[in-house]
Each structure stands twice: as C-alpha cells, then as structure tokens.
C-alpha cells in the first residue's frame, strides 16, 4: 500500500486491492471475515474504504507469515471487535509456540549429537534391551505408534524367538528417541525414514546438518515476520484509537 493513498479520505474497493497485491474480491472476502472492519456504503450501496482499512490490511498481510492464516485472522477479529487483550493473548500464543518449537529443534540436535551411528546394528543382546510397552511409556507415546514407525522402517526391533514380542535394543531406543522428536519438530514419516537411514549408515550425521540448518532458518524468519507483524498491528491499534 503506498503512503500515497493511505492520505486518501476514501478509497476504492479497487484502491485497496491494487495497494496490496489482492483482487477485490480478496478484500471483499476479508471484510465479510472480520479481518477488515465492515466498510461504508455510498447512496449507491459501492463499499467505501479508509486510511484505517488499509492499515487493518497491511496489518493482517504482516501478520500471515509468523503466525499463520487462522490466528492472524482471529487476531484481526478481536481487534475489529474491540476485544485487544484476546488478540494480545493470540500473539503470546504463538510466540510461546515458537519458542516450544525452538526448543524442539534443540533436543534434536541433542539426540542427533547424542547417537552413535556406528551402533546401527546395536550392542550386544541383552543389553539394556526393552519391550514394546516400557519403550513407548518412557517415550510417551501408545505401542500403536510404535508398531507404525517399525511399519515406516524407523525402528528395526528384532522378535524375541521363544515369544515373538518386539525387543528394542540400545540403538533401537535412540532410533525411536530421534523419530518422536522429529515429529515434533513437524517432520512427517516419509521424510524421518530416510534421515534415520543416513544416521544409521556410514555417512553418519553430517547429512542431517541441512536439514537442521533449514530448520533454524524457518524458525528465524518466523520471528522475523512476527516482529514485523507486530509493528503493523500497533499501527493498525494507532490508528483506531
């Protein structure tokens, strides 16, 4: 949105929409959303926009990249509603999200720098060996899960020949250890598989170092974007009033 327009007295659905990047039914959709409050009609029923508009866009678009669509939209709606302590509540919320997924990142790199990759085939049996239900209650995680991840080639456990119960070894418990935190983190199953299968390689955990070098990345321009967001929101709070 240029400085521009924003010393306009009214502007255009059309006006606001080219600022920005959007068409106007995008702003007619964020308008009927709450995310910009309800515009003025002219005689003839055109809608009838603000300075104070554009400043609720600009705030909604700075917003969208930290904190995502459904909480920069419910931040938004608080504010439009007069309500600005549950959008100061949403903003904490995701800024305490990030520093969950912060410290996520870092048990990772804990548990990645913990394995020894040359342990893939494990120690020798009976070695601090578990079964399937103690594992997944030090992990806290149902068996279920479990039996999904050894399904998804995360963990190997080998069968017991007397009984045929799953016998986790050492290296089967850092395996499972490392796939719970990398769900965490948001990694989907397919894409454990094969970073579990590199660590348990000769290659050891040098080929994991992308993966989490563009794991701090994401999660530096999230804070990024929500200090961005931030600035726009108070702005937008200015404006109103």
């Given at each position: 949105m240029t400085r521009k327009l924003q010393t306009l007295e009214h502007l255009r659905p059309i006006d606001l929409a080219r600022g920005h990047g959007l068409s106007t039914q995008a702003v007619r959709n964020y308008e009927e959303a709450g995310i910009l409050p309800a515009a003025d009609r002219t005689p003839h029923g055109y809608r009838t926009y603000t300075p104070s508009h554009a400043a609720a866009l600009r705030a909604f678009l700075a917003l969208l990249p930290g904190h995502g669509h459904r909480t920069a939209a419910s931040i938004m709606r608080a504010v439009n509603e007069g309500t600005p302590d549950t959008a100061f509540r949403l903003v904490d919320e995701s800024h305490a999200q990030l520093l969950d997924d912060r410290r996520t990142l870092q048990a990772v790199e804990r548990a990645l720098h913990d394995l020894d990759p040359t342990a893939a085939t494990g120690p020798a049996p009976g070695a601090n060996e578990r079964f399937i239900g103690p594992l997944a209650a030090h992990l806290g995680i149902r068996p279920a899960t479990l039996r999904k991840w050894e399904r998804a080639g995360l963990v190997s456990p080998r069968r017991d020949p007397r009984t045929g119960y799953r016998?986790?070894?050492?290296?089967?418990?850092?395996?499972?250890?490392?796939?719970?935190?990398?769900?965490?983190?948001?990694?989907?199953?397919?894409?454990?598989?094969?970073?579990?299968?590199?660590?348990?390689s000769a290659g050891g955990l040098d080929p994991l170092e992308a993966t989490l070098s563009a794991w701090h990345d994401r999660l530096s321009a999230r804070g990024r974007a929500m200090l961005m967001g931030a600035v726009e929101l108070e702005a937008y709070l200015r404006e109103r009033g």
């Open positions: 016998v986790y070894t050492e290296a089967d418990v850092r395996d499972a250890r490392l796939a719970h935190q990398l769900r965490r983190g948001g990694y989907l199953l397919d894409q454990i598989a094969p970073l579990i299968a590199q660590v348990r």
